[in-house]
């Protein structure tokens, strides 16, 4: 068995509680940072500790913690960004409906790190129930002096509080995730100043995602070098990942970073195959925004070595061939998915969700949405596919947050890869409507992969 | 006194104070390299960045440390760092992506400018016509919405919009109350008053001023007359609420339309009232200064001469094609 950190107690009965949590070891971080260590001390840790932004981006959580500014006499704030709404990831929701306390805790010791008095959780609006553990979670620590005036006796201060939000995939951009917090229409901010800087209510702040927070508490525990022995290169430590689709066993798993995928989707320990004695046709490895790969350069990579699940395996061949580590919502497709009705499906969501403030990912967005539409249901042209192509181009990198190239990556990588298979949708418009394309080559070996990377 | 930074912009160099945005500094050099900007107001604080038709490259960030910029950036909320170098209108890759905004821009657009007030004088028209496609690629119904009489002055025409915000910001910075908003999300949202609240202010008005394309139009306008048909004025008067200097839209001996005095980027000089706006239009009720400045390339200023056509003597003789040179530019132009 592969080591695990934060889900190592999680079907201990009674976890979410605060005596059982103690028992079994928790809020040990806590009286370890307050009590011995200084606040840029718990920084350096995390440094060392090599944590890498679990949101996302991927950003290394200690650097983004140094920058935050210090100026004299001005709050400064953690925000946690648990709007988590991207489709395929529910690691979050995981976390902090069964063991919640892993957040609180981590939230109390990197708000002291970062010298936060107020801290708060920003949870996405149709979370209600884990609202509600979190706010039942957070009275158990107050209760038991671990949050509120004086923590431990260590004369340090802290309060925190859970926000709901609206339900808007939007506000999980760190800046929109800002205003919403600030009671305002959640629009992304135009960076530059960055949170760090002028964040909430103009203050400095710094927004983590949950993961983050709450693997902050095994590297208080252990030492930011032993965390570090974890995982692979610049990918360290463990990672959630939301496995979901035609898999025999989906679920939240944790795994050490740089396990192979093909170990990942095929082992017992984990996924256990694919559903129904199916093959492997695609896989989207991390979340609905990263690119959609076909299952041979799920498993291999480009040059015949097995792919990993790492920030930088993950990523390796950039857009021609990779994909991204994202969130780690991992969605894996049979032969009988169908890729166009999914990109559409994705396209929809985006559609949907985008804010409407930049013209390219207002626009964008919808028309792609339709023109997929138009393809899935056979009324779609030849040109159709070019079209999407150039308006995803469009799209990409000229919009103010990453929602715009998140719409626009699955659209151009699914036709970068499954070509023939939208093809197929427009030259077969009656026949697409009954049948599936079907694996086709998908699953062959790399060398048949490689032609597609020159495209 | 800080010192000034040096940025140059299409290998025009320029010296500007520190904190100003590559757009305000293209804009002190002039010219074609100016990037055209739909939603950016330099009078109204907080707007820009949204219509991304000003995105630029920026192909050496500053001075100290001379990387390229990964991705083009909005030009009008990217301050000016010392030794930077940008990229407008030499760089094809700007050019493109702009065309494709336009584009974008352009999609849920009526594109009924034969019947909107605002032609002659509309940001996207111009845009449109400098960087926009001969033919649409959009073949799906356009996004509709009714029109709504915001008071009645104002008439919103949504279908037009392209949610610029700058009206928005014009409520919440020039008038002390806003009571219109954006409503809704992605190619859905639109700008609306709360519950068809009436815009009433002392300054509501100046939203038809800063809408950059025909979505805010003024009522007592609507339909009177084509804006190239007009010919403009600029007059004052002493005014207790605002500067009270304006510019009159004359037909003939009437005052058809009040309108603020705008500045070569299509901006105002400085918001009016709405009693200027709406209510004083007689002669009598202004001091008349001088015709108003329009640029000859401006549709505008094109009707208010006989012909445009050079005589055939001038297209022989090179010595009189110089002579002539603004004329004929004219008339490539159109």
């Known amino acids: 068995m592969a080591r695990k950190l934060l889900l190592e107690h999680i079907n201990v009965p009674g976890i979410n509680t605060l005596d059982v949590y103690r028992q079994k070891g928790g809020y040990r971080a806590v009286e370890k940072a307050l009590k011995t260590l200084t606040p840029d001390e718990v920084v350096e840790e995390v440094k060392k500790s090599g944590l890498r932004g679990r949101g996302g981006a991927g950003f290394p959580t200690g650097m983004k913690w140094s920058f935050l500014a210090k100026p004299e006499g001005v709050a400064r704030y953690l925000v946690c960004n648990a709007d988590e709404s991207e489709p395929g990831t529910f690691k979050d929701r995981y976390l902090m409906t069964y063991i919640p306390h892993a957040l609180i805790e981590g939230m109390i010791v990197s708000s002291y790190a970062l010298g936060a008095k107020t801290s708060y959780i920003y949870v996405r609006g149709e979370m209600m129930p884990q609202i509600r553990i979190l706010e039942k979670a957070i009275a158990e620590a107050k209760a038991a002096g671990l949050l509120g005036k004086n923590i431990l006796g260590s004369g340090y201060d802290l309060e925190l509080y859970v926000q709901p939000g609206g339900g808007a995939y939007i506000c999980g951009e760190e800046t929109a995730l800002l205003e919403s917090l600030e009671g305002k229409r959640g629009n992304p901010r135009i960076k530059p100043p960055f949170p760090a800087i002028a964040g909430l209510y103009g203050c400095p702040t710094v927004v983590n995602n949950v993961e983050s927070i709450a693997a902050v508490v095994p590297i208080i525990n252990e030492s930011g070098d032993e965390y570090a022995k974890i995982g692979i290169g610049r990918s360290t430590g463990t990672k959630l990942i939301s496995a979901s689709g035609n898999l025999v066993r989906p679920g939240v798993y944790e795994?050490?970073?740089?396990?192979?995928?093909?170990?990942?989707i095929y082992s017992d320990e984990y996924c256990g195959g694919i559903a129904n004695g199916k093959r492997l046709k695609a896989t989207v490895a991390g979340g609905s925004s990263v690119p959609v790969l076909p299952a041979n350069l799920t498993l291999k990579l480009a040059n015949g070595e097995p792919r990993l699940m790492s920030y930088e395996s993950l990523s390796e061949g950039g857009f021609a061939t990779g994909t991204m580590m994202g969130?780690?919502?991992?969605?894996?497709?049979?032969?009988?998915?169908?890729?166009?009705?999914?990109?559409?499906?994705?396209?929809?969501?985006?559609?949907?969700?985008?804010?409407?403030?930049?013209?390219?990912?207002?626009e964008g967005t919808g028309w792609m949405e339709k023109v997929l539409h138009r393809i899935e249901y056979g009324h779609g042209k030849m040109s159709d596919i070019d079209l999407l192509v150039d308006v995803s181009r469009k799209i990409e990198g000229n919009t103010i947050c990453p929602l715009g190239d998140a719409a626009a990556w699955p659209v151009a990588s699914a036709i970068r890869h499954f070509r023939d298979e939208f093809e197929w949708h427009v030259r077969e418009p009656l026949k697409?409507?009954?049948?599936?394309?079907?694996?086709?080559?998908?699953?062959?070996?790399?060398?048949?992969?490689?032609?597609t990377t020159e495209n | 006194m800080s010192e000034k930074v040096k940025v140059t912009i299409d290998g025009i160099t320029v010296e500007v104070e520190p904190g100003t945005t590559i757009l305000n500094a293209a804009r002190q050099i002039g010219g074609d390299i100016v990037p055209p900007a739909m939603c950016y107001y330099s009078k109204l604080e907080g707007s820009g960045g949204k219509c991304r038709t000003c995105i630029v490259k920026v192909s050496k960030g500053s001075e100290k440390d001379p990387r390229p910029m990964p991705k083009l950036v909005a030009s009008c909320r990217t301050t000016v760092m010392d030794g930077m170098e940008v990229m407008n209108i030499t760089s094809p890759e700007v050019l493109e992506a702009r065309a494709g905004v336009v584009e974008i821009l352009l999609i849920n657009h009526p594109l009924d400018c034969p019947v909107c007030d605002?032609?002659?004088?509309?940001?996207?028209?111009?845009?449109?016509?400098?960087?926009?496609?001969?033919?649409?690629?959009?073949?799906?119904?356009?996004?509709?919405?009714?029109?709504?009489?915001?008071?009645?002055?104002?008439?919103?025409?949504?279908?037009?919009?392209?949610?610029?915000?700058?009206?928005?910001?014009t409520a919440d910075q020039i008038t002390n109350k806003r009571v219109h908003g954006i409503l809704n999300r992605g190619d859905h949202s639109e700008i609306s008053t709360y519950i068809q609240t009436a815009v009433d202010n002392d300054f509501s008005g100046n939203v038809i001023d800063v809408c950059p394309v025909g979505a805010l139009t003024d009522r007592t306008f609507r339909f009177k007359n084509r804006v190239w048909f007009t010919k403009p004025v600029d007059a004052h008067r002493d005014c207790p609420t605002c500067s009270g200097k304006v510019t009159l839209w004359y037909k003939g001996a009437d005052v058809l339309r009040v309108t603020a005095r705008k500045d070569i980027y299509g901006e105002v000089e400085e918001f009016i009232c709405n009693t200027c706006r709406f209510d004083k239009k007689k002669t009598d009720d202004w001091v008349i200064e001088h015709p108003t400045h329009i640029s000859d390339a401006s549709v505008i200023s094109s009707n208010h001469y006989e012909t445009m056509i050079p005589l055939p003597v001038i297209q022989e003789n090179l010595r009189l094609q110089e002579a002539n040179k603004v004329e004929l530019e004219k008339t490539a132009k159109f």
Not at chain 1, 327 to 333: E, K, R, Y
Not at chain 2, 127 to 154: A, N, P, S, V
């Open chain 1, 327 to 362: 969130s780690g919502g991992f969605i894996a497709f049979d032969e009988d998915q169908c890729i166009v009705r999914n990109t559409w499906n994705f396209s929809r969501f985006y559609h949907h969700e985008s804010c409407g403030q930049c013209s390219p990912c207002r």
């Open chain 1, 255 to 264: 795994i050490e970073l740089g396990l192979p995928v093909e170990e990942f």
């Open chain 2, 118 to 169: 605002q032609a002659g004088e509309c940001d996207l028209q111009n845009l449109g016509y400098e960087h926009g496609l001969q033919k649409t690629r959009y073949e799906f119904e356009r996004r509709t919405f009714e029109r709504i009489d915001i008071g009645d002055k104002i008439q919103l025409h949504m279908n037009r919009c392209i949610l610029c915000y700058r009206c928005v910001f």
């Open chain 1, 432 to 451: 697409s409507q009954e049948t599936n394309y079907g694996i086709a080559k998908y699953a062959e070996p790399i060398a048949k992969a490689e032609v």
